[in-house]
């Protein structure tokens, strides 16, 4: 699923562009590295080879981007931003329980074909336990995301208190992003069972709480 993801959802670790010229610059580089990371991985991603690719000097690339991690923190926030988005417009609309259950299962199947859809949003997010910066951009994607989930199980007429719908919703946004990072780990066959483990676990805890 090809996402239209947001211009200008800038890293703090960069220059923010001001000017058109420099931000369709930024908009040129961050589109090179999204093409080089998809043919071989971020791991095997140079920033020379941006440069060369996006038509700019070595040193014109870091007035931008001052490192590799800078670029790939900037695509990780773009992806968030447009899941954030589903997720909000996905839950925006629940009335009540059975809404809920239905909005939720629906999300997790898009989220999982987000996933597997897009190579350079598995590549970046499969390194995230190892970059400290991108473990903290995915507890505030999960907090943010849980905070729509909450809202739509308050809405829903949920019996927790809004201190535990937060907390609960959470750690069920947590656990999913875990999940699809391990179900695009495996086998297929395997990931889809582990995404429909997961959707019916969460579904439950909604359902009795």
Same mark, same amino acid.
């Given at each position: 699923?090809?996402?239209?993801?947001?211009?200008?959802?800038?890293? /703090?670790?960069?220059?923010?562009? /001001?000017?058109?010229?420099?931000? #369709?610059?930024?908009?040129?580089?961050?589109?090179?590295?999204?093409?080089?990371?998809?043919?071989?991985? &971020?791991?095997?991603?140079?920033? &020379?080879?941006? =440069?060369?690719?996006?038509?700019?000097?070595?040193?014109?690339?870091? %007035?931008?981007?001052?490192?590799?991690?800078?670029?790939?923190? /900037?695509? =990780?926030?773009?992806?968030?931003?447009?899941?954030?988005?589903?997720?909000?417009?996905?839950?925006?609309?629940?009335?009540?329980? #059975?809404?809920?259950?239905?909005?939720?299962?629906?999300?997790?199947?898009?989220?999982?074909?987000?996933?597997?859809?897009?190579?350079?949003?598995?590549?970046?997010?499969?390194?995230?336990?190892?970059?400290?910066?991108?473990?903290?951009?995915?507890?505030?994607? &999960?907090?943010?995301?849980?905070?729509?989930?909450?809202?739509?199980?308050?809405?829903?007429?949920?019996?927790?208190?809004?201190? #535990?719908?937060?907390?609960?919703?959470?750690?069920?946004? %947590?656990?999913?992003? =875990? /999940?699809?990072?391990?179900?695009? &780990?495996?086998?297929?066959?395997?990931?889809?069972?582990?995404?429909?483990?997961?959707?019916?676990? =969460?579904?439950?805890?909604?359902?009795?709480?």
């Amino acid at each position: 699923m090809n996402q239209v993801l947001p211009v200008d959802q800038a890293s /703090t670790t960069r220059r923010e562009p /001001t000017q058109r010229r420099s931000r #369709e610059r930024v908009e040129r580089i961050l589109g090179c590295a999204s093409e080089l990371i998809e043919k071989a991985g &971020s791991d095997s991603m140079r920033m &020379s080879d941006v =440069a060369e690719m996006a038509g700019i000097s070595i040193g014109s690339l870091y %007035q931008y981007f001052p490192d590799k991690a800078a670029i790939i923190r /900037t695509l =990780a926030e773009r992806y968030n931003v447009a899941g954030q988005e589903c997720i909000a417009d996905g839950l925006g609309g629940v009335q009540d329980s #059975e809404g809920l259950i239905k909005a939720f299962g629906e999300l997790i199947d898009i989220y999982y074909a987000m996933f597997l859809a897009e190579p350079v949003m598995r590549d970046i997010w499969s390194g995230t336990q190892a970059d400290k910066a991108l473990r903290d951009i995915d507890i505030s994607d &999960s907090r943010i995301n849980g905070a729509a989930l909450a809202n739509a199980r308050e809405k829903s007429g949920s019996r927790l208190n809004r201190q #535990e719908l937060e907390s609960s919703s959470f750690l069920i946004m %947590q656990l999913g992003e =875990a /999940t699809m990072r391990l179900a695009i &780990s495996v086998e297929r066959g395997e990931g889809a069972a582990l995404v429909e483990h997961f959707k019916r676990m =969460a579904l439950r805890e909604m359902v009795e709480s």
